[in-house]
């Protein structure tokens, strides 16, 4: 890897948001990545308590340069949950700090509607971009199914895969913008240009494990098991 790379794997209700008990049970990652070198950082899916995610970013001596969202849920980007709860992340932080939010363009609209950002703030890309953070390059991958705009981070030999694929399972297709059709290629076709020994690192700890290889996750996770459409919509589809 390389060691310019800076890059931190931070847990809801435990590296931060210790106490809020959404936090603590929705078990949520939120990742920093960024250039040593050039002291530069985004924030992936910043949640709960932005202000904490910023104080770590200081102790490392790191400056936020952007967000990166991986899809509009309010518990990766903040915003309110169907019942009115409401939870912190990126109109917050853009209080804090001034920076631009990058998403995938089939996801914009779902972001201001949940979060309520200010349009200006957003920058959307295409699948395959490359979002620059000093010298690190990381690449945004649309990855539909989850959401119509859900996107993975691969960067330095690791996939950030949001809500799209978990060490055991993916994510669900049946809350809105969700097509389990969509989620079927992103898994066979999408994701397929990935290779067995990149490093997963997922949106939730919904494992032992908190990251594992492709390969690790290929050989094991149930997803995989179907060989066709049709199969996947008999054993995923609902």
């Not at 603590?24 to 904490?52: C, I, K, W």
């Not at 910023?54 to 309110?80: F, K, Q, R």
Request: glycine share 10%.
């Amino acid at each position: 890897m390389n060691e310019n790379f800076y890059f931190r794997q931070l847990l809801s209700g435990r590296d931060f948001a210790v106490g809020d008990a959404v936090a603590l049970s929705m078990r949520n990652f939120t990742y920093a990545l960024g250039d040593r070198r050039s002291g530069e950082a985004v924030l992936v899916d910043p949640a709960y308590r932005p202000g904490e995610l910023l104080d770590v970013l200081s102790a490392d001596e790191m400056t936020l340069v952007g967000a990166v969202a991986t899809h509009y849920h309010p518990d990766h980007i903040g915003g309110t949950f169907i019942g009115e709860q409401h939870v912190s992340g990126i109109v917050e932080l853009l209080a804090l700090q001034d920076v631009p939010v990058h998403v995938q363009a089939d996801e914009v609209s779902w972001v201001l509607e949940r979060t309520g950002v200010d349009p200006n703030a957003l920058l959307t890309h295409q699948d395959g971009e490359v979002l620059n953070v000093g010298g690190i390059e990381i690449t945004l991958l649309h990855t539909p199914g989850h959401t119509p705009g859900s996107q993975c981070l691969f960067v330095e030999g690791c996939l950030l895969s949001g809500d799209t694929l978990f060490i055991d399972g993916c994510g669900r297709t049946d809350f809105p913008g969700g097509d389990p059709e969509e989620m079927y290629w992103t898994l066979s076709e999408r994701l397929a240009q990935v290779s067995d020994e990149t490093v997963l690192y997922p949106g939730h700890l919904y494992s032992k494990e908190p990251y594992l290889t492709m390969g690790e996750v290929r050989a094991r996770n149930a997803v995989f098991a179907a060989t066709s459409l049709e199969q996947w919509l008999v054993m995923f589809g609902t």
